[in-house]
């Protein structure tokens, strides 16, 4: 069911699997291995508190002195009671260990109503909607100090130093569409040549309640040095992110997807060097409304600053909507479905189904399709094992709490289809075979869930080929 959050903590992960049976699945060629009454939770994976460590042993002699607080914890208890000192009299308890910072949850970056009217005012902003209390001007702007501009530099004529500038065209303009389309012709200004692998292009949308997956297949791209135009299309690469609601603008937009694009081609901008890109956004079923999405604008050819550009980290391009991040902290813990434990990043570790105590009595799948969008080594293992949830459900035991919950759906070499459902609430539509693409997938979500008694619940109507779950906590 739908609730409130509930605060985390950061935590270590706790791998205590020794008091839990091992549980197999049918379907896999081992038998089901069902948890005895009592059982506790299985702490596999899941974050937990760390305790304060105890207070260290008393010095000898009379009185030994106090033994050390246990260390600070994330929620750490109380260190434990220093030891007797060797020929003397006990040391003192060991003082509490104190406790951990809280998860924060990064407050959406948001902007007064003055940074997007269109008008320079004077005294809040030092360009038209940029600098001062405004976003960082990414273009030729005024500027009164280096921290107005987005390249950090504020040069003496105090105008910002640009490092590229951007040029949008709607293709596809129709406000209802399964195809949004549109080009960018990037042009490097920056006196530092930037590889191409270190730039990070995010357009932003939101997903209207068409069906997953969610593709932009057709990218095309020309990178041009100077003089020598070559089509580096099988260098670019796109990933599809979505997070929970972001509060609306101004404008009464809310984003809660972005699609980007990265390339892997090693040629480096340098200045005056020319990247043009022509991209679409796919949906498997169903029509977005381009005039709710953020980074559409009706025409073109012109400067489009609700396009973010990103050098490595650093935002060189466009001002970012107002998005609800979900912390690394906030991570509780995730399942491989029929998988081994693999980690999908330095936060992320996701448990074997063994070790996770799913119980599950379905179909299972194995598959070797090459995968749509392109997925890392980590990301491939999990998406080519899963579970075929139709008349069987899994439960997955963890512990009680307010949650977003991840899903990792993929299609195989038929046109069956069918309804993911998470605590018996239904997921997005997810089309198999979409375009006649075996290997298709998503990572559907996040779907905000209670676990009231201990468990989720997965399963689906129809055939669900489902790889994979996270939980990150909700924020209280």
């Avoid at 104190?98 to 407050?107: D, E, I, K, L, N």
């Avoid at 239904?426 to 990572?443: E, L, R, T």
């Amino acid at each position: 069911m739908f609730g409130a959050g509930r605060a985390s903590r950061r935590g270590r992960r706790i791998f205590s699997r020794d008091p839990w049976p091992v549980a197999t699945f049918a379907g896999s060629g081992f038998a089901l291995i069902l948890c005895a009454s009592n059982c506790g939770f299985p702490d596999y994976g899941f974050t937990q508190p760390e305790a304060g460590s105890g207070g260290t042993a008393g010095d000898a002699g009379n009185g030994g002195s106090a033994g050390n607080g246990g260390s600070a914890g994330n929620g750490g208890s109380a260190g434990a009671a220093g030891n007797a000192g060797s020929g003397g009299i006990a040391g003192e308890a060991g003082e509490a260990g104190a406790a951990g910072a809280p998860c924060v949850y990064p407050t959406p970056v948001t902007f007064p109503d003055h940074c997007s009217n269109g008008a320079l005012d004077s005294g809040e902003e030092t360009g038209t909607d940029c600098g001062g209390e405004c976003s960082p001007c990414t273009g030729a702007q005024t500027c009164t100090q280096n921290a107005d501009c987005a390249s950090g530099n504020c040069t003496a004529a105090k105008t910002c130093e640009q490092i590229l500038t951007l040029s949008y065209l709607s293709i596809v303009a129709d406000e209802f569409t399964p195809t949004p389309k549109f080009s960018l012709s990037i042009t490097y200004k920056d006196a530092v040549s930037t590889a191409l692998p270190r730039l990070k292009i995010r357009y932003y949308f939101n997903h209207d309640g068409v069906s997953e997956p969610v593709l932009a297949l057709h990218t095309q791209v020309t990178f041009d040095p100077g003089g020598s135009q070559r089509d580096i299309s099988s260098d670019a690469h796109y990933q599809v992110y979505r997070l929970p609601p972001g509060p609306a603008t101004n404008k009464g937009i809310v984003t809660d997807s972005y699609v980007e694009i990265t390339f892997t081609n090693q040629a480096s901008m340098t200045p005056n060097s020319i990247l043009q890109l022509t991209q679409d956004i796919d949906s498997a079923s169903g029509s977005f409304q381009q005039s709710t999405h953020y980074s559409f604008i009706n025409g073109g050819p012109l400067p489009n600053n609700q396009i973010s550009i990103y050098r490595d980290d650093q935002l060189i391009w466009g001002v970012p909507p107002p998005l609800t991040i979900l912390p690394d902290c906030a991570f509780a813990g995730g399942v491989n479905l029929n998988g081994v434990e693999v980690s999908l990043d330095q936060v992320q570790s996701l448990a074997a189904s063994s070790d996770a105590q799913i119980t599950y009595s379905g179909a299972t799948y194995q598959n070797s399709n090459s995968l749509t969008p392109t997925a890392d080594t980590p990301t491939a293992t999990l998406l080519h094992s899963g579970f075929t949830l139709g008349t069987a459900t899994a439960t997955w035991p963890v512990p009680n709490g307010s949650y977003w919950a991840y899903a990792w759906q993929t299609s195989d070499s038929s046109a069956s289809s069918g309804q993911l459902s998470i605590q018996d609430n239904s997921a997005d539509n997810f089309v198999s075979m979409p375009q006649n693409i075996a290997g298709a997938w998503a990572k559907l979500g996040p779907y905000a869930i209670d676990v009231l008694d201990g468990n989720v619940k997965l399963n689906g109507t129809g055939v669900v080929n489902l790889a994979g779950v996270e939980l990150y906590r909700a924020a209280q």
